[in-house]
């Protein structure tokens, strides 16, 4: 699911890594809301609020506007530089390394986001954005920009594209694509919501500590990738 790339990844790799990280980005979005009053999954309105507050000389609200734009980038280009670093010294890291990052992220807001909530919520937002930018980045990377994650406005526009294609395209093979494709979309919807609705409900009882969820699914599939690609090398070595 993490691990393979290129020609070794299937639909059932990026659907599975699908389910996992929409479903993390949607208890976060919901989460970092309730939490902190912010998005923390995208920065489209961000840079509405980043516009009209430059225009009416708000320029404090402005910079921390900014602050937000420019985190998730910064999480999208270290999550892609740690990919580049490791492809050269050690390729089978390329991938844990940006995801055991988000993880820790998540933990770490989840220890400390009630100190940070009453002293410096805007952390908890810069925070969020930046573990976002670095999944958003990493999954596209993975799966060749066939997975995003993170919000859902592309994933409605190609599914709209996709869903009036099947009217036209009659051939078995280009409608088979289709549906797979639309699959995987619905998948990533379905889980971005089912990932709120259980962040919403979560966080009634634990507050900002529903992250702690979202860590814990992220390392539950880095660990459950290392066990299966173990289990494999050692069925090969007694073939």
Not at 24 to 47: C, E, P, Q, W
Not at 54 to 78: M, P
Request: with cysteine; glycine share 8%; charged share 15%.
């Amino acid at each position: 699911m993490f691990s393979h790339k290129g020609k070794t990844r299937t639909d059932k790799h990026n659907l599975g890594l699908a389910s996992l990280l929409s479903f993390v980005a949607g208890l976060v979005n919901v989460v970092g809301f309730m939490a902190v009053s912010k998005l923390t999954t995208n920065i489209t309105g961000h840079f509405a609020y980043f516009i009209d507050e430059a225009f009416t000389l708000r320029f404090t609200q402005a910079f921390h506007t900014a602050l937000y734009i420019f985190f998730f980038f910064f999480g999208a280009f270290f999550s892609n530089f740690m990919v580049e670093i490791y492809s050269r010294i050690r390729e089978n890291l390329v991938y844990i390394i940006p995801t055991f990052t988000e993880a820790v992220i998540l933990l770490s807001i989840g220890i400390f986001g009630n100190f940070l909530i009453k002293y410096s919520p805007d952390i908890i937002a810069l925070c969020l954005l930046f573990a976002m930018g670095m999944q958003n980045s990493l999954v596209t990377s993975i799966s060749h920009s066939v997975v995003r994650t993170t919000h859902l406005t592309g994933l409605f526009t190609d599914m709209g594209i996709e869903f009036s294609q099947l009217f036209f395209y009659k051939d078995k093979e280009h409608k088979t694509k289709l549906v797979k494709s639309i699959k995987l979309r619905l998948t990533i919807i379905w889980m971005f919501f089912l990932g709120g609705i259980i962040g919403g409900i979560l966080y009634k009882y634990f507050g900002i500590r529903t992250l702690f969820l979202g860590s814990s699914i992220l390392l539950v599939g880095l660990i459950y990738d290392f066990v299966k690609i173990r289990i494999l090398l050692i069925k090969r070595k007694h073939l």
